[in-house]
């Protein structure tokens, strides 16, 4: 089974950025989608981007577009997440997940992000 493990998290003012790291362990990613989600208070965890393993073509939701970037280094196990210009809403707790199967079923434990306006 494989183990994520997310860090770069903190507080940043709005516009500011920060850049989420997503580390896995056990059982390879390669071969398989990554996402990042986002999950605000009192709100529903949300796909923000996701990036497929066969051609690396990435999706993001229409809220980040423009703003974050994902990214994916297979020889280090690793999936980022670059967010720049932030703002208030972006806040909340972010979660990297697997698709081993039709659904993102593997998931790390989250990072929080805090932007202040």
């Known amino acids: 089974q494989v183990q994520l493990v997310e860090s770069g998290g903190g507080l940043v003012q709005a516009g500011g950025s920060l850049r989420l790291s997503c580390a896995a362990s056990g059982r390879t990613f390669s071969g398989y989608d990554m996402g990042w989600f986002r999950q605000a208070p009192g709100d529903e965890r949300k796909n923000v981007a996701a990036i497929s393993w066969s051609d690396g073509a990435a999706y993001y939701a229409d809220s980040v577009k423009g703003r974050f970037t994902i990214s994916r280094d297979n020889t280090k196990n690793t999936v980022n997440l670059q967010m720049d210009s932030l703002k208030a809403e972006d806040t909340g707790v972010y979660y990297c997940?697997?698709?081993?199967?039709?659904?993102?079923?593997?998931w790390g434990q989250g990072t929080q992000v805090t932007v202040s306006s």
């Open positions: 997940a697997i698709r081993y199967g039709s659904n993102f079923d593997v």
